[in-house]
Nanobody, 123 residues
């Protein structure tokens, strides 16, 4: 059974940093791609970033490029979303999701999802 559990969300001031974790079970990152998505109240779900575990290729949405990175630790079967220079507009519930290897930010391509973790950027 594929399981994804997000953690690390919380309250952070504008300009601060936060690292989210996505712990995976039921599969190994060597054979899948992991994506990060977010959804704010009243807005559509937005693709943030994706990493292919097979070759390390990454893709980032324009809204987060240069501020966010997606490190991985295959030995721990965990991927992260490192968020720097956070803005109030980054406030959302953040989700990780998994698909077969091949990076994309299209949510329809991801069959397995975690429950999400809240990130609030406010002073």
């Amino acid at each position: 059974q594929v399981q994804l559990v997000e953690s690390g969300g919380g309250l952070v001031q504008p300009g601060g940093s936060l690292r989210l974790s996505c712990a995976a079970s039921g599969f190994t990152l060597d054979y899948y791609a992991i994506g990060w998505f977010r959804q704010a109240p009243g807005k559509e779900r937005e693709g943030v970033s994706c990493i292919s575990s097979s070759d390390g290729s990454t893709y980032y949405a324009d809204s987060v490029k240069g501020r966010f990175t997606i490190p991985r630790d295959n030995a721990k079967n965990t991927v992260y979303l490192q968020m720097n220079s956070l803005k109030p507009e980054d406030t959302a519930v953040y989700y990780c999701a998994v698909k077969s290897t091949g990076i994309t930010l299209n949510p329809a391509e991801f069959p397995y999802w975690g429950q999400g973790t809240q990130v609030t950027v406010s002073s």
